[in-house]
């Protein structure tokens, strides 16, 4: 019997491979980094190897293998197994992913982007399971989503549907990556984290640099009064204070403004730093909006909320909880929860091997 699939997850820094069964176990599983110099021929042939390590590493055949999915970034064509031109894998345009896979393995092949293919898995397998709507958000680098409507995964006209990081939140807003002002994306991801939390300290560098500055000029002025000293006196007891309250992120990433990103963020908002709990509030708070929009236009059961940002815990699930359920419609936030994703890092895999399991796409 078939009992098992395979999942392959082909992301621009990683590949993931693993054979799973029909109940979400993995029983195999190799990561190993992306040889991206090497260019399609040489990624698709590293895949291909991994999984047939995989499948001798978890000690089953192909003859037991329903089939493999493939999770990689969109733009895609899942009918005709193309990925287009995605941004993490410079230099790939219009690739053909699935017929070397179905040559070398003579077993269906399904590809799908790694949004909704995480979204699959957490609705089978993880957070999400027993839902019949749910809608998936991964808040990493960028902001990702997958929809589940009636308990199928909604594709979209085209395929490309679930693009919630492109919502817009503020038309005024930061510039995102996709040439819009002012997604989502650009407000609550963790290179929006770490944006935010640079800006705040290069202001307040400047600030701190202004008043040394006048305390500088006051100082050395020759018309040096009882005054102007006391005065002197007072901005240097100010300038401590001020040295003092310096954020511990910029500690953390050893004064180098450009070392410092979401994860040293979390870091110094858990240990109490102002200027970082501030930073993750805002963020937080746009994705809360974020959140609110979704449900008013789903009126899902559950939003689960996955990715590296969401590592943080209540430190950002408390604040998204909080403004999603305040803006949502009341009769819709009623029934939601908000809630964290599952399947850790093993959610690509998982997902991808999913999107054998739950094959609709006819
Ligand atoms: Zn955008």
Not at 241 to 255: M, P, R, T, V
Not at 304 to 328: D, I, M, N, Q, W
């Amino acid at each position: 019997m078939k009992s098992y699939v395979i999942g392959v997850d082909l992301g621009g820094t990683k590949i993931a491979t693993a054979v799973m069964d029909r109940e979400g176990k993995i029983k195999g599983k190799n990561i190993e980094l992306t040889q991206i110099l090497g260019g399609p021929e040489v990624v698709i042939g590293q895949m291909i190897r991994m999984t047939r390590l995989t499948l001798s590493k978890a000690k089953v055949g192909l003859s037991q293998i329903k089939g493999i999915g493939i999770g990689a970034a969109g733009p895609l064509n899942i009918m005709t197994g193309i990925i287009i031109a995605p941004p993490n894998l410079p230099g790939w345009h219009n690739v053909q992913l699935i017929r070397p896979f179905q040559k070398e393995f003579k077993t269906p092949v399904f590809l799908d982007n790694d949004a909704n293919a995480a979204a699959l898995g957490e609705w089978k397998f993880g957070a999400g399971r027993g839902c019949k709507n749910m809608v998936y958000l991964t808040i990493s680098t960028g902001i990702g989503g997958g929809i589940i409507i009636g308990g199928k995964l909604y594709r979209g006209t085209n395929y490309n549907a679930g693009e919630i990081g492109h919502m817009t939140i503020d038309p005024e807003g930061p510039l995102c990556g996709c040439g819009n002002r002012g997604c989502l994306e650009a407000h609550s991801s963790g290179t929006a984290i770490a944006r935010w939390a640079r800006e705040a300290l290069s202001k307040d560098r400047r600030r701190r640099t202004g008043i040394v500055n006048s305390q500088q000029s006051i100082v050395n002025s020759p018309q040096r009064t009882k005054k102007t000293m006391d005065y002197g006196l007072w901005t240097k007891k100010k300038r401590q204070k001020i040295k003092g309250s310096g954020s511990l992120i910029l500690e953390l990433a050893k004064g180098d403004l450009k070392k410092v990103s979401a994860e040293l963020v979390f870091q110094a908002a858990k240990k109490g730093d102002r200027k970082a709990l501030e930073v993750v509030r805002k963020s937080a708070e746009f994705l809360g909006i974020g959140v609110a929009n979704v449900i008013n236009v789903f009126n899902p059961q559950r939003v689960v909320l996955g990715g590296g940002v969401t590592k943080a815990g209540s430190l950002l699930f408390k604040p998204v909880r909080e403004v999603a359920y305040k803006r949502a419609m009341p009769a819709l936030a009623k029934v939601v929860e908000i809630v964290p994703a599952k399947l850790g890092d093993d959610v690509g895999i998982i997902g991808a091997a999913t999107l054998v399991l739950t094959e609709d796409r006819r």
